[in-house]
T-cell receptor, first 111, second 112 residues
Framework: DAKTTQPPSMDCAEGRAANLPCNHSTISGNEYVYWYRQIHSQGPQYIIHGLKNNETNEMASLIITEDRKSSTLILPHATLRDTAVYYCIVRAADNFNKFYFGSGTKLNVKP | NAGVTQTPKFRILKIGQSMTLQCAQDMNHNYMYWYRQDPGMGLKLIYYSVGAGITDKGEVPNGYNVSRSTTEDFPLRLELAAPSQTSVYFC???????????FGQGTRLTVV
C-alpha cells in the first residue's frame, strides 16, 4: 500500500476554508484515497473517499491531483467542532487488511 | 440502529490477567476490524474478519485472539495481559470492502 505524508498540525480561523494536504506519491492505480477524522478520543469518523475524480459530499470536498500523487481535503466553512485529527489513508478497495492509519494532521480551528 | 457498540468503555487489568473486549454491530456488515491506538499515534490493525467463521491477522496480532461466530459479534480476547497492551481499542465494521468504516467509541484499557 502507498504511504501517506501529512503535516502534523494546522490552524484555521473559524468560518474560513480548511485545506488539509496529503502526499501519496507511491499510490497505485487501484488505490483509493480515504479521509477520516477523530475528534478528541472518539472513534474515527468517515469523511469522504475518491479514486481520481474530485468528490464532494455534505461534509467536505476532496481534490485529487491529475497524477494522483497528492490530494487535499477541503472543509469549506470550518467550525470549532471541526477541531480534530484528520487521517489520509490510501488503500485498494479490495485490500481491507491494509487499512492503515498514520499519525494524521491535527486541525485547530480558532475563533 | 445503534451502529457499532463496544463494551466495556474502561478497564484496568493486572499483568497476567485475561479479558474479552466485546464488539457488536447491528448494520448486517460482513467486515469487522479491531484496532489499537497508543497515545499520540494513529490506529494499528490487530485482526479483521470478512464474515462469520473467517478471521485473519492484521499488523499487530501478537497477544490477541478473535472469533467470529455470528455476523453481529466480533470479540477480542487478551490472554496474559502485559503493560504494552495499555491502549485504546477500537472496533469497526464495513458493509462492503471499499465502503466507509463505522467505528465504535473505543475501550480504554490499562494494564498495571
Amino acid at each position: 500500500d502507498a504511504k501517506t505524508t501529512q503535516p502534523p498540525s494546522m490552524d484555521c480561523a473559524e468560518g474560513r476554508a480548511a485545506n488539509l494536504p496529503c502526499n501519496h506519491s507511491t499510490i497505485s492505480g487501484n488505490e483509493y484515497v480515504y479521509w477520516y477524522r477523530q475528534i478528541h478520543s472518539q472513534g474515527p469518523q468517515y469523511i469522504i473517499h475518491g479514486l481520481k475524480n474530485n468528490e464532494t459530499n455534505e461534509m467536505a470536498s476532496l481534490i485529487i491531483t491529475e497524477d494522483r500523487k497528492s490530494s487535499t481535503l477541503i472543509l469549506p466553512h470550518a467550525t470549532l467542532r471541526d477541531t480534530a485529527v484528520y487521517y489520509c489513508i490510501v488503500r485498494a478497495a479490495d485490500n481491507f487488511n491494509k487499512f492503515y492509519f498514520g499519525s494524521g494532521t491535527k486541525l485547530n480551528v480558532k475563533p | 440502529n445503534a451502529g457499532v457498540t463496544q463494551t466495556p468503555k474502561f478497564r484496568i487489568l493486572k499483568i497476567g490477567q485475561s479479558m474479552t473486549l466485546q464488539c457488536a454491530q447491528d448494520m448486517n456488515h460482513n467486515y469487522m476490524y479491531w484496532y489499537r491506538q497508543d497515545p499520540g499515534m494513529g490506529l494499528k490493525l490487530i485482526y479483521y474478519s470478512v464474515g462469520a467463521g473467517i478471521t485473519d491477522k492484521g499488523e499487530v496480532p501478537n497477544g490477541y485472539n478473535v472469533s467470529r461466530s455470528t455476523t453481529e459479534d466480533f470479540p477480542l480476547r487478551l490472554e496474559l495481559a502485559a503493560p504494552s497492551q495499555t491502549s485504546v481499542y477500537f472496533c469497526a465494521s464495513t458493509k462492503l470492502i471499499g465502503t466507509e468504516a463505522f467505528f465504535g467509541q473505543g475501550t480504554r484499557l490499562t494494564v498495571v
